[in-house]
Antibody, heavy 118, light 112 residues
Framework: EVQLVESGGGLVQPGGSLRLTCAAS????????IHWVRQAPGKGLESVSA????????YYANSVKGRFTISRDNSKNTLYLQMGSLRAEDMAVYFC???????????WGQGTLVTVSS | DVVMTQSPLSLPVALGQPASISCRSS???????????LNWFQQRPGQSPRRLIY???NRDSGVPDRFSGSGSGPDFTLKISRVEAEDVGVYYC?????????FGQGTKVEIK
């Protein structure tokens, strides 16, 4: 069974940093690109970042470019999102999602909440 | 970025009645491989999104056949042939042809 489990969310002050983790199981992790998608409270969905299966290619939304870094450790079946210079508008539930078929997410985690507030 | 525009944003439907959600893209979604990466997701209250449809009209395993997707750029449609109580939630279209992948605003389906 494919599982994606996010962790690392919490309360952080504006300008602060946080690292999110997504633990994957039930599939060959290194074979799939994985994405971070976020959802602000009561709002819609926004693609944040993506990384290829090998980790050599990364992609970012303009809203987070230069502040967030996506990475993965295929030996640990784990995805990371290092978030820096956090702003109020970064407050959201962050989901990791598997790109199981081209151009689509076939599995989602349950999400982890990031709260940015002083 | 590609803008995905959904309508309506709110859709009250009586049980057993059909429902239809439209999605329009601001650019062609035909990828360089010839495929159109247009998806539909359902998000029930308090849950993560769940994919219903990929590549315009391919239904995911386990998705009831009352859900169907159709269309060609720039207009796409998700139809529910007979709405059931479990269909309550927000539905999103999403394009995966151009980075960043972008979602529609969401359509809230509720029982009338």
């Amino acid at each position: 069974e494919v599982q994606l489990v996010e962790s690392g969310g919490g309360l952080v002050q504006p300008g602060g940093s946080l690292r999110l983790t997504c633990a994957a199981s039930g599939f060959t992790f290194s074979s799939y690109p994985i994405h971070w998608v976020r959802q602000a409270p009561g709002k819609g969905l926004e693609s944040v970042s993506a990384i290829s299966g090998s980790g050599t290619s990364t992609y970012y939304a303009n809203s987070v470019k230069g502040r967030f870094t996506i990475s993965r450790d295929n030996s640990k079946n784990t995805l990371y999102l290092q978030m820096g210079s956090l702003r109020a508008e970064d407050m959201a539930v962050y989901f990791c999602s598997r790109e199981g078929t081209p151009g689509s997410y076939d599995y989602w985690g349950q999400g982890t909440l990031v709260t940015v507030s002083s | 970025d590609v803008v995905m525009t959904q309508s309506p944003l709110s859709l009250p439907v009586a049980l057993g009645q059909p429902a239809s959600i439209s999605c329009r893209s601001s650019q062609s979604l035909v990828f360089s491989d010839g495929n159109t990466y247009l998806n539909w997701f359902q998000q029930r209250p308090g849950q993560s999104p769940r994919r219903l449809i990929y590549q315009v009209s391919n239904r995911d395993s386990g998705v009831p056949d009352r859900f169907s997707g159709s269309g060609s750029g720039p207009d796409f449609t998700l139809k529910i042939s007979r709405v059931e109580a479990e269909d309550v939630g927000v539905y999103y279209c999403m394009q995966g042809s151009h980075w960043p992948w972008t979602f529609g605003q969401g359509t809230k389906v509720e029982i009338k």
